[in-house]
């Protein structure tokens, strides 16, 4: 959390073009440290990596086969109902907790991280596989495990404080279309609190709290991409000292304070 942050008048948010297709166990702070010099921008002290889950999913390893996937009766349920693959499904299933709504070709869930989205961000789009219609990709284990993880191996590889946002695109319940949300994170406040803060007549806030976190992963996700663009990454400079926070799950809403379930 923090009080005393001040918006900055400026920021830049740059892409970062020519990053490789990701491995298993790939060097991702030696990558993207490459990528910032290779694209002209090098790193700074205070700037914020904001990388795509998928590239974060690839080195972990979290690409499953549908060969090896042998679905259960809700699956093969669930996938009438839904027309997705029963296989797809079975993975969704494994990923989450609780099945929260169900629709033509999406089952919303909250899955194991705490997260409410579609498919548990069970994707195949962009996963790198020679048939990406035989494989599937998992979001990571534990995002602000990896963030924290990736934010260490880059301090190690430049000696620079950085804040560190995985991203990925998220539906919204009451607005059409996707927005890039921080699904992990380290290094950074994720949430602003304003509350007791005076408007600019002196009036104090009362509620409002800024998902700064959500707000960077939706900035970068429009120079990103969301095609073939191959920019899985984007660095954000100008922000100043973002402090440090709690990780991307302290955005997720109390049960007892959701009014949608």
């Known amino acids: 959390?923090?009080?005393?942050?001040?918006?900055?008048?400026?920021?830049?948010?740059?892409?970062?073009?020519?990053?490789?297709?990701?491995?298993?166990?790939?060097?991702?702070?030696?990558?993207?440290?490459?990528?910032?010099?290779?694209?002209?921008?090098?790193?700074?002290?205070?700037?914020?990596?904001?990388?795509?889950?998928?590239?974060?999913?690839?080195?972990?390893?979290?690409?499953?086969?549908?060969?090896?996937?042998?679905?259960?009766?809700?699956?093969?349920?669930?996938?009438?109902?839904?027309?997705?693959?029963?296989?797809l499904v079975e993975l969704v299933l494994r990923e989450s907790v609780q099945v929260l709504r169900v629709g033509r070709e999406v089952i919303v869930v909250e899955d194991r991280r705490g997260l409410v989205l579609a498919n548990a961000g069970v994707d195949q789009s962009n996963s790198g596989a020679k048939d990406p219609d035989a494989e599937a990709l998992?979001?990571?284990?534990?995002?602000?495990?990896?963030?924290?993880?990736?934010?260490?191996?880059?301090?190690a590889r430049t000696g620079l404080e950085l804040g560190i946002i995985l991203s990925d695109s998220l539906g919204r319940a009451w607005r059409l279309g996707t927005v890039g949300h921080a699904i992990g994170a380290a290094g950074l406040s994720v949430l602003v609190d304003w509350r007791g803060r005076g408007d600019r007549h002196g009036r104090a806030l009362r509620h409002t709290e800024t998902a700064l976190a959500d707000s960077l992963a939706a900035a970068a996700v429009l120079v990103m991409g969301e095609a073939d663009e191959s920019r899985p990454a984007a660095l954000i400079r100008g922000l100043g000292p973002a402090g440090d926070g709690p990780g991307a799950r302290a955005l997720q809403r109390p049960l007892d304070k959701d009014l949608f379930r």
């Open 1 to 87: 959390m923090s009080t005393a942050f001040i918006p900055p008048p400026r920021l830049e948010v740059i892409a970062l073009e020519g990053i490789p297709e990701i491995g298993r166990d790939a060097d991702l702070a030696d990558i993207l440290t490459l990528a910032c010099e290779r694209n002209g921008c090098g790193l700074r002290g205070n700037d914020i990596l904001v990388v795509t889950q998928k590239i974060i999913s690839k080195s972990e390893g979290r690409r499953v086969r549908l060969r090896d996937v042998e679905p259960g009766e809700r699956a093969r349920s669930l996938s009438a109902e839904t027309g997705k693959d029963a296989r």
């Open 138 to 155: 998992l979001l990571p284990v534990d995002p602000d495990a990896s963030a924290a993880e990736l934010r260490r191996a880059l301090k």
